[in-house]
């Protein structure tokens, strides 16, 4: 299967920035969506933002406005710039990827490992 490896995270005050970063290994034919979620403690896994491979974008209404995704298909890496943070935004943010991999172009759909991004009040 394709690893998806995330970083970025830390501690932030409110209205601080962070950017995360979510790069697949192994030989990518293709990706189709990549996507970032995010779960909070006792609440489930939440979609954040994804992008299509022709760059169409979709946001979940808390963060429009203030988070922006961006994709790098040379280096099979997706970002997430969060701006204007705020302590609801606090939550482990998962990046998930699917398309196809390898010479024999096998399908994938990974998740990352996880992240913790904490915003202090």
């Known amino acids: 299967q394709v690893q998806l490896v995330e970083s970025g995270g830390g501690l932030v005050q409110a209205g601080g920035s962070l950017k995360l970063s979510c790069a697949a290994s192994k030989i990518i034919v293709s990706i189709n969506t990549m996507g970032w979620y995010r779960q909070a403690p006792g609440k489930q896994r939440e979609l954040v933002a994804t992008i299509r491979s022709g760059g169409s974008t979709t946001y979940a209404d808390s963060v429009k406005g203030r988070f922006t995704i961006s994709r790098d298909n040379a280096k099979n890496t997706v970002y997430l710039q969060m701006n204007s943070l705020k302590p609801e935004d606090t939550a482990v943010y998962y990046c998930?990827?699917?398309?196809?991999?390898?010479?024999?172009?096998?399908?994938?759909?990974?998740w990352g490992q996880g992240t913790q991004v904490t915003v202090s009040s």
């Open positions: 998930n990827a699917d398309g196809k991999f390898g010479l024999l172009r096998q399908q994938f759909d990974s």
